[in-house]
């Protein structure tokens, strides 16, 4: 019997890898496991998903070096499992750990979709609006839990727009919680404000502290990110309402 059990695990499970594969640019290596059996099946349930993959290319320019994902028991819809399509009927929580190399940041920065989404970010600076508008942007990961970029942004302050050039330095010795700014300093054309660098922790402190992010029906929260030389490793917890039926750009 468990014999059987696994060769419709396995026949789920492969139809379900082609089908993710299909919907991605690229994929190195990707391996899906449906923990269920026939009779599980037709009740429309199945004990859980893993996932384990590596080099996936989502989208173009975004790229992620390794995945590991696992699902709580989940409730899906019988018919379309029976052909490998897993299809949600109620909302499931999954845990994922996440490796992106430095290679692969810096990459996806440079990419359209990251590009429209950092257009015209705004500081509250003591109650005057500031916006920056993101030109170059590169990111370092030299370990003992430093990140470092350096960027150039167009300023917009007081009705006057103007280049700014900086190198920052944030550390998170020991969790995401825990992150601070070690270094900024201003590499070409005028100096800010320590208004305005207090503004943008401050807006590093929010952005670490939402609740959550949104991408279709996923809604994932990043618990924490661990830096090691030449990559990121995130530990994400998600709610999943569908398996989203296209791949779209994040957004807050």
Known sequence: M?????????????EAERRISEKLDEVEEIEIDVQTDILKIVQGQADGVSVAGQGLVIQEGLRVQEIKLQTESIAINPFNAIFGQIELNQ?????ARIIVTEVDINH?????LIRTQMQNLQLDVD???????PQEIQVFLPGDGKIECRGKVLLKEMGNTRPFAYTVILRLP????SAM????????????????VTAFMHKVKEL???????WEDIAFSI???KVEIGSLILLVETQVKQIPSSLTVLSP
């Open 223 to 225: 618990k924490d990110i």
């Open 108 to 112: 996806a920065l440079t990419s359209d």
């Open 208 to 214: 670490i502290s939402l609740p959550y992010l949104k």
């Open 127 to 133: 109650g005057d609006i500031v916006s920056f508008e």
């Open 174 to 177: 020991n969790n995401l919680q």
């Open 181 to 196: 700014l070690e270094s900024f300093n201003c590499t070409e054309g005028e100096g800010i404000s320590i208004q305005l």
């Open 2 to 14: 468990p014999d059987e059990h696994r060769l419709e695990e396995k026949f789920l499970s492969q």
């Open 91 to 95: 909302p499931v929580n999954a845990t």
